[in-house]
């Protein structure tokens, strides 16, 4: 468990999948981070929640409000790389309510934190959508460069985006 100012990090656990579940099949909050939208039968869930558990390189954590426990999303860091000190990470606020409240940046500066103070890491990773402005301004206020992009990787509403990869060095990390 990891606190934050207004957000606790908490492992992503099997019992997690029912929530996980309702998540992963709402379009609107898909259409932000995930590039293929489908729905998903719960047994297919499970199976994707079972793969994700016994990743040996990702660790991640439901993302709850502090004050009230509400779970509200989930955050991770992918293809952990000690040896060159480096990550990916991931974020989705799935509880729309908690959109636009401070609640994305928390969790993350939370988890940098953690990845350059306790894991040591170097630099941390990301992708994000080039419609996705929220998530951008808030990559850019902890750090984040970006660093290249895939165009028109996506199409979304009728039309074509960039998919923006972004990096943080630790020396670039703007604490909260």
């Known amino acids: 468990m990891f606190l934050g100012r207004s957000t606790r990090l908490d492992r992503f656990t099997a019992h997690d999948t029912e929530l996980y579940h309702i998540w992963r099949n709402d379009a609107e909050v898909m259409s932000l981070t995930q590039t293929l939208l489908d729905s998903y039968s719960y047994e297919e869930t499970e199976r994707h929640v079972n793969g994700m558990l016994h990743q040996q390189d990702a660790k991640r954590y439901l993302i709850r409000d502090r ?9 991770s860091l992918l293809q952990l790389d ?16 908690y959109w636009g409240k401070g609640y994305g940046r928390d969790a993350m500066d939370t988890l940098m934190r953690y990845a350059f103070d306790e894991l040591r890491l170097h630099r941390l990773s990301l992708k994000v959508f080039s419609y996705n402005d929220r998530a951008i301004r808030l990559y850019e206020k902890l750090g984040f460069q970006v660093e290249g992009r895939h165009r028109d990787a ?8 960039d998919i923006f990869f972004m990096a943080c060095l630790s020396s670039e990390f703007r604490r909260q």
């Open 82 to 97: 000690y040896v060159n000190a480096n990550a990916e990470c991931t974020i989705d606020i799935a509880e729309k309510s």
């Open 67 to 75: 004050e009230t426990d509400q779970p509200i999303g989930l955050i």
């Open 154 to 161: 996506i199409f979304r509403n009728g039309q074509y985006h």
